[in-house]
Structure formats: structure tokens, C-alpha cells
Nanobody, 123 residues
Framework: QVQLVESGGGLVQPGGSLRLSCATS????????MAWFRQAPGKEREFVAA????????YYDDSVKGRFTISRDNAKNAMYLQMNILKPEDTAVYYC????????????????WGQGTQVTVSS
């Protein structure tokens, strides 16, 4: 069983940066594909970025490509999302997720979820 805990959210001005972290427990972290999703009020949960178990492959939604960077440190059982040039439309609760096997961009494909961390982009 994998347990996920997000941190690093907060209030930031447009154009600012935040770094989200996802700490995990469990001995098989390095075998899981990981992803970040987000959900704004009144909207469905949407894919943000994903990373393969080795970290060699990364994938992004077009809305964040060039601004966000996903990474992981298997030695620390942790995953990160560096968010730069933040926009008001990035405001959402951000969730980390894990699944066995390859990366997917559908929330339905992920078995393990954190509780979420709020990111608010506002002046």
C-alpha cells in the first residue's frame, strides 16, 4: 500500500513560483508511475503532469508545458512539481497520484491518491 502526502501549496501572485512535494510511504515507490492532477471548484479533476518510475519520461498537459517541471527522487521516496510563471487559472487543489505500470493521463487509471494541497494564484 502506498500513502501519499502533498505539501507546498499556498497563495502566490501571478507570475510567481511554487514547489509542490509529494512524500510517500511504502517500499515499492520506485516501481510506481506518478502524476499530478488538479481540481478547481466546479470542475473535474484534470491531468497536469506525469513521470515514469525511473524518472526518464515526463509528460505534461499543454496548459502547463514550459512552465511546470515534474521530477522525483526515488532515494527519498518523493516527487515534486516546480511551478513557474503561475497564472490565476492554475488555482486549484493539486493532488499527487500513483499507479503500478506506465504513466497515464486519466485520473481513473491511478490507484493511490494524496489528500491534496491548495494552490491559489491571485494578486
Amino acid at each position: 500500500q502506498v500513502q501519499l502526502v502533498e505539501s507546498g501549496g499556498g497563495l502566490v501572485q501571478p507570475g510567481g513560483s511554487l514547489r509542490l512535494s509529494c512524500a510517500t510511504s511504502g517500499q515499492t515507490f520506485s516501481s510506481y508511475a506518478m502524476a499530478w492532477f488538479r481540481q478547481a471548484p466546479g470542475k473535474e479533476r484534470e491531468f497536469v503532469a506525469a513521470i515514469t518510475w525511473s524518472g526518464a519520461g515526463t509528460y505534461y498537459d499543454d496548459s502547463v508545458k514550459g512552465r511546470f517541471t515534474i521530477s522525483r527522487d526515488n532515494a527519498k521516496n518523493a516527487m515534486y512539481l516546480q511551478m513557474n510563471i503561475l497564472k490565476p487559472e492554475d488555482t486549484a487543489v493539486y493532488y499527487c497520484a500513483a499507479r503500478s505500470g506506465t504513466t497515464r493521463n486519466s485520473a481513473l487509471a491511478y490507484d493511490h491518491w494524496g489528500q491534496g494541497t491548495q494552490v491559489t494564484v491571485s494578486s
